[in-house]
């Protein structure tokens, strides 16, 4: 069985940081896609970073740009969020996506597994 573990999620004030992380079990995700999306009350599923291929290509949504940071250690089958300058509208349920070589990085369909989700309340 395959699953996706988040965990580092908070409160924390405007301007503050948060690392999020996401432990891997079942399968070796290190030729996988990964990627985190985030969920607002009241709204869709948005894309935030993703990091893909053995050569670790990047892509984030505009509204992170320069704040939050994707990484991996295949050796630990994880992935991390590093936020930084984190504002109020980035309160959201952070959900952690695996997907194979083929995932599209902003497309939720195209991630075959994803985490339970942790809790990142920004207050200002």
């Known amino acids: 069985q395959v699953t996706l573990v988040e965990s580092g999620g908070g409160l924390v004030q405007s301007g503050g940081s948060l690392r999020l992380s996401c432990a891997g079990a079942?399968?070796?995700?290190?030729?996988?896609?990964m990627g985190w999306f985030r969920q607002a009350p009241g709204q869709g599923r948005e894309f935030v970073a993703a990091?893909?291929?053995?050569?670790?290509?990047?892509t984030y949504a505009d509204s992170v740009v320069g704040r939050f940071t994707i990484s991996r250690d295949n050796g630990k089958n994880a992935v991390y969020l590093q936020m930084i300058s984190l504002k109020p509208e980035d309160t959201a349920v952070y959900y952690c996506?695996?997907?194979?070589?083929?995932?599209?990085?902003?497309?939720?369909?195209?991630?075959?597994?994803w985490g339970q989700g942790t809790q990142v309340t920004v207050s200002s």
């Open positions: 996506a695996a997907g194979d070589s083929g995932v599209i990085p902003t497309e939720t369909r195209t991630y075959a597994y």
């Open positions: 079942g399968r070796t995700f290190g030729s996988y896609g």
């Open positions: 990091i893909v291929g053995s050569d670790g290509r990047t």
